[in-house]
């Protein structure tokens, strides 16, 4: 089975640019996570949907940041204008959210972003 | 609130040796416990989780963890170590009705030959 998609894997851009990352989730799950990650603050969540629906928002850092969710089968974080202190490994998850609880996420491998 | 504690960021290991790695969380109602990995470059991975039941779970690799109520703890073990097993260590917890995984800081175990 096709686990969690993201793409682009990798993104070297220059400060100030929109960088838009994309995220598949696995087909059925209904939650959806966004997550950065880097060294000195570790795993942070920023934003999650459940059923295409934001849910809690409140780790977004910024305006700067706005994530969509079309659809159940993809979603978008968006950073505009990017700044070099966005360097992160940002990481997009999913999982079956109806069942009370208890449901593992399933993560993706990342998009690794640098901001020159 | 509801958090995980991982003590040590870095945790070295010899080759054949136990793998002990502790996780406690704090809470008021029942927890859904997990623990996951991160190779290199890599997301993270499930290794194991409880949920319901019996309390020793065991997971994918030869690892185990126990989770214990009285000491609100869901320890990580492995008995003998491989050096594919270095690699970054994640404790999470998350609750019923609750979608979020509060995840611990993480530890970076290191396999030493």
């Known amino acids: 089975d096709a686990g969690v998609i993201q793409s682009p894997r990798h993104e070297v851009t220059e400060m100030g640019q929109e960088v838009t990352l994309r995220c598949k989730p696995i087909s059925g799950h209904n939650s959806l996570f966004w997550y950065r990650q880097t060294m000195m603050r570790g795993l942070e969540l920023l934003i999650y949907?459940?059923?295409?629906?934001?849910?809690?928002d409140s780790g977004m850092p910024e305006d700067r940041f706005s994530a969509k969710m079309p659809n159940a089968s993809f979603s978008t974080l968006k950073i505009q204008p990017s700044e070099p202190r966005d360097s992160a490994v940002y990481f997009c998850a999913s999982s079956l959210g109806d069942r009370g609880g208890g449901q593992p996420q399933h993560f993706g491998d990342g998009t690794r972003l640098s901001i020159l | 609130a509801q958090s995980v504690t991982q003590l040590g960021s870095h945790v070295s290991v010899s080759e054949g040796a136990l793998v002990l790695l502790r996780c406690n969380y704090s809470?008021?109602?029942?927890?859904?416990l997990f623990w996951y990995v991160q190779y290199p470059n890599q997301g993270l991975q499930l290794l194991l989780k409880y949920t319901t039941g019996a309390t020793l779970v065991k997971g994918i690799n030869g690892f185990e963890a126990e989770f214990k109520k009285s000491e609100t703890s869901f320890h990580l073990t492995k008995p003998s170590a491989h050096m594919s097993d270095a690699a970054e260590y994640f404790c999470a917890v998350s609750f019923y009705g609750n979608n979020r995984l509060a995840f611990g800081k993480g530890n970076q175990v290191v396999v030493i030959p």
């Open positions: 949907f459940n059923n295409n629906v934001p849910i809690d």
């Open positions: 809470s008021s109602v029942p927890p859904y």
